[in-house]
């Protein structure tokens, strides 16, 4: 079965950067774009960005280029996502999500979250 | 930027349809998807494509669109089905992926 594995909790400093890493298995890795989506406290779902893992090619939202890298190692089966300059707006529960290769880029197995926690 | 738009709740008896509703302008032209989350969980796919259930959904979900409107429809709810959901789709362009704000569900 499709597993999504997070990395655990964190808090960092404000100005610091953060790796979340998301291990896959139950499919072949590759054949499968990996998103980042994140929710702050009380608010909406946020897109961040994709990757596609086979050509790791990218694409990230306008709000967050710049300040987001999603990378991946594929003899590791794992995705990342790096984002810098933290700031306190930036503590959120930040997931991966699986592409579903339907019609609209979207997500049908999500990991289980990591609890990014920026604070002095 | 591109924006969809939920009621923040909906309430109905058990055993009871409810209606969800999703708007957005590029609707008529971009599928929704629907995403159910329980407190402290993953979001969760429920619906996609608009009208297509994802294997181990229960077959009270369904989903329609119709212009500028989504709905996701539970056809005699459960106490189980309370959560939030949310939903998805994007811009003309698809270079705005957005969510809803969420419709948090009650059932009682």
């Known amino acids: 079965q499709v597993q999504l594995v997070q990395s655990g909790a964190e808090v960092e400093n404000p100005g610091a950067s953060v790796k979340v890493s998301c291990k896959a298995s139950?499919?072949?890795?590759?054949?499968?774009?990996m998103h980042w989506v994140r929710q702050a406290p009380g608010q909406r779902l946020e897109w961040m960005g994709w990757?596609?893992?086979?050509?790791?090619?990218?694409k990230y939202s306008a709000k967050f280029q710049g300040r987001v890298t999603i990378t991946r190692d594929i003899s590791a089966s794992t995705a990342y996502m790096e984002l810098g300059s933290l700031r306190s707006e930036d503590t959120a529960v930040y997931y991966c999500?699986?592409?579903?290769?339907?019609?609209?880029?979207?997500?049908?197995?999500w990991g289980q979250g990591t609890l990014i926690t920026v604070s002095s | 930027s591109y924006e969809l738009t939920q009621p923040p709740s909906v309430s109905v008896p058990p055993g009871q349809t409810a209606r969800i509703p999703c708007s957005g302008d590029?609707?008529?032209?971009?599928?929704a998807y629907w995403y159910q989350q329980k407190s402290g969980q993953a979001p969760v796919l429920v619906m996609y494509?608009?009208?297509k259930r994802p294997s181990g959904i229960p077959e009270r979900f369904s989903g329609s669109s119709s212009g500028t409107m989504a709905t996701l429809t539970i056809s005699g709810a459960q106490v189980e089905d309370e959560a939030d959901y949310y939903c998805?789709?994007?811009?003309?362009?698809?270079?705005?992926?957005?969510f809803g704000g969420g419709t948090k569900l009650t059932v009682l």
């Open positions: 999500a699986r592409d579903s290769n339907t019609a609209l880029p979207s997500f049908d197995f």
């Open positions: 998805y789709s994007t811009d003309s362009s698809v270079n705005h992926r957005v």
């Open positions: 139950g499919y072949i890795f590759i054949t499968y774009g």
């Open positions: 590029a609707l008529p032209k971009k599928y």
């Open positions: 990757i596609n893992t086979g050509n790791e090619n990218t």
């Open positions: 494509e608009d009208s």
